[in-house]
């Protein structure tokens, strides 16, 4: 999925650690999405960004942060990991101006907390 | 808040033939749009077809097809003459016309081909 890019795709960490999932996409859209997907619970929003210098909070965004870095650039931060927070984290894209055009979604990154 | 329901955790068919997954959503707005999702074992995140609520006809994509019942809120996928490429986990989702166009994803359902 050349569009959207997710760095790492796997990654281990210790309870208390900090971590940043970095995003980025080379399609020039405005708005960038992080999600978490947990066994059993399809994907939830943990922050959007609709563009450029703005944040929101999603469905489940206690424990996160984020930062818009540019247009490109989305990351998602740990500051302190917990095991609750082991799970897959995709990054997507969006061109907005329509609820009709699709997500475009990196490969996703496994994150355990031990 | 909208909610997406798919009662179907795992589903199973023939190669060859068809199977429909089931999707229910609730929400009181009158203007949506409604996704199918597919994730292989890969774990992509593949759009394989996509409703606008506004339009009457059902979308279709070569062998994916939707029934789309827009009074009883329900949302189906049929998958015809199923491949063993089309095993995945199978998301329907969500978005708004408004607002940040965010997803709400339903919990998927596991599609098993049996050769």
């Known amino acids: 999925n050349a569009g959207v890019t997710q760095t790492p795709k796997f990654q281990v960490l210790k309870t208390g650690q900090s971590m940043t999932l970095q995003c980025a996409q080379d399609m020039n859209h405005n708005s960038m999405y992080w999600y978490r997907q947990d066994p059993g619970m399809g994907l939830r929003l943990i922050y959007y960004?609709?563009?450029?210098?703005?944040?929101d909070k999603g469905e489940v965004p206690n424990g996160y942060n984020v930062s818009r870095l540019n247009k490109r650039e989305f990351s998602l931060r740990l500051e302190s990991a917990a095991p609750s927070q082991t799970s897959v984290y995709f990054c997507a894209a969006l061109l907005s101006g329509g609820g009709n055009q699709p997500q475009h979604f990196g490969d996703g990154t496994r994150l355990s907390i031990l | 808040a909208q909610t997406v329901t798919q009662s179907q955790p795992e589903m199973s068919v023939q190669e060859a033939e068809t199977v429909t997954l089931s999707c229910t959503y609730d929400t009181s707005e009158s203007d949506y749009y409604l996704f199918w999702y597919k994730q292989p074992p890969s774990r992509q995140m593949i759009l394989v077809i996509r409703?606008?609520?506004?339009?009457?006809q059902n979308a279709t994509e070569n062998r994916f097809s939707v029934n789309f019942q827009k009074a009883a809120k329900s949302f189906s996928l049929k998958i015809s003459d199923s491949q063993l490429g089309d095993a995945a986990m199978y998301f329907c989702a969500y978005s708004s016309n408004f607002g940040n166009e965010k997803l709400t994803f339903g919990t998927g359902t596991r599609l098993t081909i049996i050769p």
């Open positions: 409703q606008e609520a506004y339009k009457q």
């Open positions: 960004s609709a563009s450029e210098g703005t944040t």
